[in-house]
T-cell receptor
Framework: GAVVSQHPSWVICKSGTSVKIECRSLDFQATTMFWYRQFPKQSLMLMATSNEGSKATYEQGVEKDKFLINHASLTLSTLTVTSAHPEDSSFYIC????????????FGPGTRLTVT | GENVEQHPSTLSVQEGDSAVIKCTYSDSASNYFPWYKQELGKRPQLIIDIRSNVGEKKDQRIAVTLNKTAKHFSLHITETQPEDSAVYFCAASRTGRRALTFGSGTRLQVQP
């Protein structure tokens, strides 16, 4: 089956620093990747849609200069949280879709970010 | 954009009973409706999905029904077991470069 990995699985950083999270599709090429954020006991909220070779599309209320997304290849998308603050502490999950004609999305295992 | 509402937020049942979770969606163009089970700290796990050209789908103890006219879909779990305890999310999307829109989640507790 389709496998999506994320790295790191958890990270602790100090306020004001930047953190990069990687999302990889291991056995398929992902034309589109999505980044979600999930706060404790809440649902997954879409942050941005990332298409290979083009700029990411951000959801309303998500600061594009703070959450930098790069989708440089068909198997890798990265999310960089810049100048992290404690309120950015959350569970970040990526998902990938193989093509525009497919329905299913494959989720990564998530990254737990804690900003101290 | 799409909006998905999910009820109830918590559901407690006795082992062996059935559980039903309901969702409504707003975008009539949505054509894909998956259900996910999420355990604490883990990724959402797809348990069943249905496309808009089908009214019902069943997989062992799990079934999903879709009413396109009313724009609602439901998850039915029969003969519940303690290992069914988790948070369940419904979602909706359409093909193309569209993300999933998730419901708010239902915490299911199956009492042994």
């Amino acid at each position: 089956g389709a496998v999506v990995s994320q790295h790191p699985s958890w990270v602790i950083c100090k306020s004001g620093t930047s953190v990069k999270i990687e999302c990889r599709s291991l056995d398929f090429q992902a034309t589109t990747m999505f980044w979600y954020r999930q706060f404790p006991k809440q649902s997954l909220m879409l942050m941005a849609t990332s298409n290979e070779g083009s700029k990411a599309t951000y959801e309303q209320g998500v600061e594009k200069d703070k959450f930098l997304i790069n989708h440089a290849s068909l198997t890798l998308s990265t999310l960089t949280v810049t100048s992290a603050h404690p309120e950015d502490s959350s569970f970040y999950i990526c998902s990938a879709r193989a093509s525009e004609n497919t329905y299913e999305q494959y989720f990564g295992p998530g990254t737990r970010l804690t900003v101290t | 954009g799409e909006n998905v509402e999910q009820h109830p937020s918590t559901l407690s049942v006795q082992e062996g009973d059935s559980a039903v979770i309901k969702c409504t969606y707003s975008d009539s163009a949505s054509n894909y409706f998956p259900w996910y089970k999420q355990e604490l700290g883990k990724r959402p796990q797809l348990i069943i999905d249905i496309r808009s050209n089908v009214g019902e789908k069943k997989d062992q103890r799990i079934a999903v029904t879709l009413n396109k006219t009313a724009k609602h879909f439901s998850l039915h779990i029969t003969e519940t077991q303690p290992e069914d305890s988790a948070v369940y999310f419904c979602a909706a999307s359409r093909t193309g470069r569209r993300a999933l829109t998730f419901g708010s989640g239902t915490r299911l507790q199956v009492q042994p």
